[in-house]
């Protein structure tokens, strides 16, 4: 019976053990994807007065909404590099 109540004891260790590697591995992975991003630093060059209505991740781009006085665009950004690759008007 003291077998019994030691190994009991001994899988509950290994359960909770297991438990916590698995959290921390996903936790590491979870956010070695951001890192990229937060490093990005882009100026888009746009007049005054303008702002940015949204931003979205396209095929490794970035697509920013910009809105202007003289009609709204969307400014596409490369992602790796940081430098403008196209840019769209909206309307007209």
């Known amino acids: 019976m003291g077998a019994l109540k030691v190994l009991v004891a001994l899988m509950g260790v290994l359960i909770v053990a297991g438990t916590v590697t698995l959290v921390v591995l996903i936790v590491q992975r979870a956010g070695a994807g951001g890192d990229a991003a937060a490093r990005l630093d882009v100026a888009l060059r746009q007049p005054a007065g303008s702002s940015i209505g949204g931003v979205t991740a396209v095929e490794g781009r970035l697509a920013v ?25 909206l309307g007209d």
């Open 65 to 89: 909404w910009v809105r202007r006085a003289d009609g709204d665009r969307v400014v596409l950004v490369d992602a790796q590099r940081g430098t403008i690759v196209g840019e769209m008007r």
